[in-house]
């Protein structure tokens, strides 16, 4: 009932910046909590960034804090991922999800209901 799709991907170079958007839509109201993930080649899908979708409070992974920053449009029913200082280390195929989830699961793929496609970030050095 919810279906979500990214854009926004691309190469670039080490230092550089990107910005991610995942649109919505469907049974939207369905849950509280949308994310980013993302996996390397060879890699277990790890959790970058999440966003209360009711009331606004992000979360981040310890590797992204202080470098990304997710934020919601909510009239349009998107969220976004800015990718500010990029690593070569952050090239992956980044997901977006959404489910019900506590505030302390928010880090927990399997409590994600819905994904989308991904969308590929390729940092070069």
């Known amino acids: 009932q919810v279906q979500l799709v990214e854009s926004g991907g691309g190469s670039v170079q080490a230092g550089g910046s990107l910005r991610l958007s995942c649109a919505a839509s469907g049974y939207t109201s369905s849950t509280n909590c949308m994310g980013w993930f993302r996996q390397a080649p060879g890699k277990d899908r790890e959790w970058v960034a999440s966003?209360?979708?009711?009331?606004?409070?992000?979360y981040y992974a310890d590797s992204v804090k202080d470098r990304f920053t997710i934020s919601q449009d909510s009239a349009k029913n998107t969220v976004y991922l800015l990718m500010n200082s990029l690593k070569p280390e952050d090239t992956a195929m980044y997901y977006c999800?959404?489910?019900?989830?506590?505030?302390?699961?928010?880090?927990?793929?399997?409590?994600?209901?819905?994904w989308g496609q991904g969308t590929q970030v390729t940092v070069s050095s």
């Open positions: 966003i209360n979708t009711f009331r606004e409070y992000t």
């Open positions: 999800a959404a489910g019900v989830v506590a505030r302390d699961q928010v880090a927990t793929m399997q409590k994600y209901t819905y």
